[in-house]
Nanobody, 116 residues
Framework: QVQLVESGGGLVQAGGSLRLACAAS????????MSWFRQAPGKEREFVAS????????DYADSVKGRFTISRDNAKNTGYLQMNSLKPEDTAVFYC?????????WGQGTQVTVSS
């Protein structure tokens, strides 16, 4: 199993920045990919970004390209999501997920609120 703990959420004004962190523990050597998803009130959870754990290949949703950057620190077993130029529509609970083959593990989520 893998345990994930997100941190770094909060309240920020439009145009501001936040950096989310996702600390992994447990079978971290088996992580293939770490992803970030978000869920806004009344909406379905949606993909934000992902990074392959060993090779660092990244992927982004069109809505965040050029504003968000995903990265990871393998030595710390931690993934990051740097969010710049935040917009009110980015307001959501952000979740990280770790993929281990066919299994996926999720964190508890961290709230990001962007005020206009």
């Amino acid at each position: 199993q893998v345990q994930l703990v997100e941190s770094g959420g909060g309240l920020v004004q439009a145009g501001g920045s936040l950096r989310l962190a996702c600390a992994a523990s447990g079978r971290t050597s088996s992580i293939y990919k770490m992803s970030w998803f978000r869920q806004a009130p009344g909406k379905e959870r949606e993909f934000v970004a992902s990074i392959t754990w060993n090779s660092g290949v990244t992927d982004y949703a069109d809505s965040v390209k050029g504003r968000f950057t995903i990265s990871r620190d393998n030595a710390k077993n931690t993934g990051y999501l740097q969010m710049n130029s935040l917009k009110p529509e980015d307001t959501a609970v952000f979740y990280c997920a770790a993929s281990l083959g066919i299994l996926s593990y999720w964190g508890q989520g961290t709230q990001v609120t962007v005020s206009s």
